[in-house]
């Protein structure tokens, strides 16, 4: 009877072991631990734990008690930070709407239009513009400067950047007066374009570096080829299509359609291709006279010379 008391003992013994042991090992005790829950609109930022990548937002983290600093990251979207304290046994929730980002940029000198992947921003540096997803192209256009072309990664619409201009090698020539080429007064008819100067057309050394002249016969800037006058330079004009010639609107390529010679008359800029293959960006801003033998027709010009050869850029 003893003998079987003492087994009947140190089975139950044994048994009240092996339970509470495997009790321990499946219902651990986690006193100390407790759960981060973050959503966000939009989803699936990345989730950043005092600067550690813990995964997505809609994802479950556990924590050790206390206090941590947390950071959602998502492309094209501010970064945004937030404390959370983290309690044992509970789960604490948070729902972060993110705030669109901007990439911002600016310019030396200001006020260059930006075009973001060949459209038009609308939008002139200094500037913040939204960017696209993948890899996106910007250009910064001012008239008078080369236009400036760098990509970028959508990544980098947290950041900012300056851009200095790089100047065209442009000569501006105002208020240069040209007179009719049939006058009997001694006044200059020819325009010599690189050099802003106005020439006689019918005798002087400087005739023949002339590019184009005020035409009587049918009242035309013209070409300075002629056979009327045999001036060598021929020059070739184009209508372009606005009125204001600081509007940055670069020369298209001179070809078949370009004419030798645009009327007196006319209120757009025009462009003009010299013997020299050099582009130039002219307006008529003033005319006059007309009334007589000793008061010949007169016009005035405003133009852009471009000193580098075949370079369209105004």
Same mark, same amino acid.
């Not at 997505?56 to 947390?70: C, E, F, M, P, W």
């Not at 960017?131 to 760098?150: C, E, H, K, P, V």
């Not at 020299?276 to 033998?293: E, L, N, P, R, S």
């Given at each position: 009877?003893?003998?079987?008391?003492?087994?009947?003992?140190?089975?139950?013994?044994?048994?009240?072991?092996?339970?509470?042991?495997?009790?321990?090992?499946?219902?651990?005790?986690?006193?100390?631990?407790?759960?981060?829950?973050?959503?966000?609109?939009?989803?699936?930022?990345?989730?950043?734990?005092?600067?550690?990548?813990?995964?997505?937002?809609?994802?479950?983290?556990?924590?050790?008690?206390?206090?941590?600093?947390?950071? /959602?990251?998502?492309?094209?979207?501010?970064?945004?930070?937030?404390?959370?304290?983290?309690?044992?046994?509970?789960?604490?929730?948070?729902?972060?709407?993110?705030? +669109?980002? %901007?990439?911002?940029?600016? %310019?030396?000198?200001?006020?260059?239009?930006?075009?973001?992947?060949?459209?038009?921003?609308?939008?002139?540096?200094?500037?913040?513009?939204?960017?696209?997803? &993948?890899?996106?192209?910007?250009?910064?256009?001012?008239?008078?400067?080369?236009?400036?072309?760098?990509?970028?990664?959508?990544?980098? +619409?947290?950041? %900012?950047?300056?851009?200095? /201009?790089?100047?065209?090698?442009?000569?501006?020539?105002?208020?240069?007066?040209?007179?009719?080429?049939?006058?009997? +007064?001694?006044?200059?008819?020819?325009?010599?374009?690189?050099?802003?100067?106005?020439?006689?057309?019918?005798?002087?050394?400087?005739?023949?570096?002339?590019?184009?002249?005020?035409?009587?016969?049918?009242?035309?800037?013209?070409?300075?080829?002629?056979?009327?006058?045999?001036?060598?330079?021929?020059?070739?004009?184009?209508?372009?299509?606005?009125?204001?010639?600081?509007? &940055?609107?670069?020369?298209?390529?001179?070809? +078949?359609?370009?004419?030798?010679?645009?009327?007196?008359?006319?209120?757009?800029?025009?462009?003009?291709?010299?013997?020299?293959?050099?582009?130039?960006?002219?307006?008529?801003?003033?005319?006059?006279?007309?009334?007589?033998?000793?008061?010949?027709?007169?016009?005035?010009?405003?133009?852009?010379?471009?000193?580098?050869?075949?370079?369209?850029?105004?």
């Amino acid at each position: 009877m003893t003998k079987r008391l003492i087994f009947a003992t140190l089975t139950i013994a044994f048994l009240a072991i092996f339970t509470g042991c495997d009790n321990k090992e499946t219902n651990p005790l986690n006193p100390d631990t407790g759960k981060l829950f973050v959503t966000s609109t939009p989803t699936n930022a990345d989730v950043y734990v005092n600067g550690t990548n813990r995964g997505k937002t809609g994802d479950s983290l556990t924590l050790n008690a206390g206090t941590y600093s947390v950071t /959602l990251k998502k492309t094209l979207y501010k970064d945004t930070t937030f404390s959370v304290t983290i309690v044992a046994n509970q789960t604490i929730t948070r729902n972060i709407t993110l705030s +669109a980002a %901007s990439f911002t940029i600016s %310019s030396t000198p200001a006020g260059a239009k930006i075009y973001l992947n060949g459209v038009n921003t609308g939008s002139v540096t200094p500037a913040g513009i939204t960017l696209a997803l &993948g890899t996106n192209t910007i250009t910064l256009s001012l008239s008078g400067y080369n236009d400036t072309t760098f990509t970028i990664p959508a990544d980098s +619409a947290n950041i %900012s950047r300056s851009i200095t /201009l790089v100047k065209i090698p442009l000569v501006e020539y105002t208020s240069v007066r040209i007179y009719e080429s049939n006058s009997t +007064a001694a006044v200059p008819s020819g325009l010599i374009l690189s050099t802003g100067r106005a020439s006689l057309i019918g005798s002087g050394v400087s005739k023949d570096s002339v590019d184009i002249y005020y035409k009587t016969n049918g009242f035309l800037v013209a070409s300075a080829k002629d056979n009327i006058f045999n001036l060598p330079r021929e020059t070739f004009f184009k209508i372009g299509g606005g009125t204001t010639i600081t509007d &940055g609107e670069d020369s298209p390529a001179k070809d +078949a359609t370009w004419t030798l010679s645009v009327g007196d008359r006319e209120t757009n800029y025009f462009f003009l291709y010299t013997t020299d293959q050099h582009y130039a960006k002219m307006k008529i801003t003033g005319f006059g006279g007309g009334t007589g033998v000793s008061d010949p027709s007169y016009i005035e010009l405003r133009w852009y010379f471009n000193q580098t050869k075949n370079d369209r850029k105004f």
